[in-house]
């Protein structure tokens, strides 16, 4: 392998012939086999016949054009998927029934995985090995969880206090709007779908612009398990014109949308504008991960990479405040210099790198700008800081040292592979500076003393705090995020909730000895 040292003192390395630049690599490229949108069982083209392009980020090359649906399909879409609730057998299935086609259609997302990866790498620019062995297998094992959840829905039998008797059911909601993000689209898919489908709900999907491929696969496969037509509907196309129809229709019941904190004040505009419909958020966050003068220092500093240049730092997890104590702070940064001069960058479908390019050209020059104000604010490149390679949209990992609470690198969320340490004191300062900002995503601790961890986790405003783990997500693990980080859950028996209506129902009790 070659290595290059940029001009910061930082080094990053890259795959041989790939050199960022996405060529000579002996692997086989995908099929691209679906392009239009999927309505009600059938893939057919946009109404106004238009389309747009999805780019390969390792080269910016046009890998397919796909069709560009707007508010007219998103209608046709919303009215097959209203037909479909109201009088379709989806919801109307023992549950049992609707778990074993998921079941099905898990079975299919695992058969047809290899392809699916050189799917989600191409379109965006994710490591392969990676995407096969998380992104893929997260997503069947989504789909088998909710699906073994399908038929545990349960309401409650009421005590009530007068001379009635009463009870619960959890009903689906009705037409759901799942609007999904691009940097992890397989996982995202599923982790709205799956409880959805569980829940009797059917649904009109969007996928980012930028990652379309996917789930236009997943739609086929739906068909194939026996998902019932108008279902699953997916839309492609851009968040003003298609997103933008789905939050503000009126006969669309909820919404569930993971992205910006930007976009998630649209649609919570967009459904009080229209018919008041419940909207579900997960959106940005600026993640601390504080580690304590006990930390051994070889873990903590494998954490951090990972915790910040896992998926090439486009996570709303990355936990990129990285807070440290004084007495392991020059431990830590030297040990952190010397692990970064191994860290390949490169094309994704080689074994060897670990980390890809940006999704597209708007986010790799939205990351640069970023590091460019961070060296405008004084803070200090300790590795990377510059594009890599030739061609694409690489970015070599960059770490930033002597950050302050005030810099704009340290309040706004970068959504790159760009990580910032800070120094601090005692448990006091650590857990203020940590809920010193406007989201509440998650949250990482790293220490051998249990009565430190336990007052770090139970001070820290976040959705999810890992004590000496990080990335720590599984189905049955509720995920979602508090203030700026939106609300509502993905993942674990809670996801349910949201596409599940509460109706009490009540009845006199008449000459009964109890009540």
């Known amino acids: 392998m070659a290595s290059e040292r940029n001009g910061d003192g930082g080094k990053a ?30 893939f057919v083209d946009a109404v106004s016949g238009k389309t747009f392009e999805t780019r390969d980020p390792r080269t910016g090359d046009v890998i397919a054009s796909i069709a560009e649906g707007d508010k007219k399909d998103v209608d046709l879409a919303v009215k097959v998927a209203r037909e479909a609730f109201d009088h379709g057998k989806w919801p109307r299935m023992p549950g049992s029934e609707r778990g074993r086609i998921m079941m099905k259609y898990a079975d299919l997302v695992e058969e047809h995985a290899d392809e699916l990866t ?40 009421l005590k009530m206090s007068r001379q009635f008797q009463g009870h619960t059911l959890r009903e689906p909601m009705g037409v759901a709007g799942l609007i999904i993000p691009w940097n992890f689209p397989a996982i995202m898919f599923f982790s709205k779908v799956a409880p959805a489908l569980a829940a009797g709900c059917t649904m009109v999907v969007k996928p980012a612009e930028q990652t379309p491929l996917s789930a236009l696969y997943f739609a086929h496969l739906a068909k194939q398990a ?35 904190t930007a976009v998630g004040r649209l649609i919570m505009e967009a459904s009080a504008r229209s018919n008041l419909k419940p909207v579900s958020l997960e959106l940005g966050g600026k993640s601390p991960l504080i580690i304590f003068d006990d930390a051994d220092v070889d873990m903590a500093v494998g954490l951090a990479i990972a915790a910040n240049f896992f998926n090439k730092g486009e996570a709303c997890i990355a936990a990129s405040r990285v807070y440290l104590q004084e007495g392991i702070y020059d431990r830590f940064v030297k040990k952190l210099a ?3 001069e191994s860290w390949v960058v490169g094309d994704p479908f080689d074994p060897r790198v670990n980390q890809g390019p940006q999704v597209d050209k708007a986010q790799y020059e939205r990351v640069l700008g970023f590091i460019d104000h961070g060296k405008r604010e004084g803070a200090t490149v300790l590795t990377g800081g510059k594009p890599f390679g030739q061609r694409g949209y690489y970015i070599e990992p960059t770490v930033f040292t002597d950050v302050k609470d005030d810099m704009i690198i340290a309040k706004e969320e970068i959504f790159g592979p760009v990580m910032c340490l800070m120094k601090f004191t005692s448990v006091e300062e650590a857990i203020a500076r940590a809920n010193d900002t406007r989201y509440g995503l998650a949250a990482g601790v ?13 001070s820290i405003r976040a959705g999810v705090v890992w004590v000496n783990c990080y990335f720590a997500m599984d189905s049955d693990c509720p995920f979602g995020g508090r203030k700026m980080s939106g609300f509502g859950k993905d993942d674990g028996m809670h996801a349910l909730d949201k596409f599940l209506a509460v109706k009490s129902v009540v009845t006199p009790v008449y000459d009964s000895p109890w009540l």
């Open 13 to 42: 390395r890259a795959a041989e012939n790939g050199n960022g630049g996405g060529s000579g690599v002996p692997m086989e490229m995908p099929e691209i086999r679906h392009t239009k949108l999927f309505i009600n069982g059938a």
């Open 226 to 260: 026996g998902v019932p037509d108008g279902v699953i509907n997916v839309i492609t196309g851009f968040g003003p014109t298609a997103g933008a129809a789905i939050a503000s229709h009126m006969d669309v019941d909820m919404v569930s949308f993971t992205g910006s």
């Open 446 to 458: 790293v220490t051998k003393d249990i009565n430190v961890a336990n007052r770090m986790a139970r």
């Open 118 to 157: 050189l799917l989600e790498s191409l379109d965006a620019g994710k490591p392969c090995t990676v995407t096969r062995a998380v992104d893929m297998a997260t997503a069947v094992r989504s789909l088998r969880y909710f699906a073994g959840a399908a038929d545990k829905i349960h309401g409650e039998t």
């Open 338 to 340: 010397q692990r970064m």
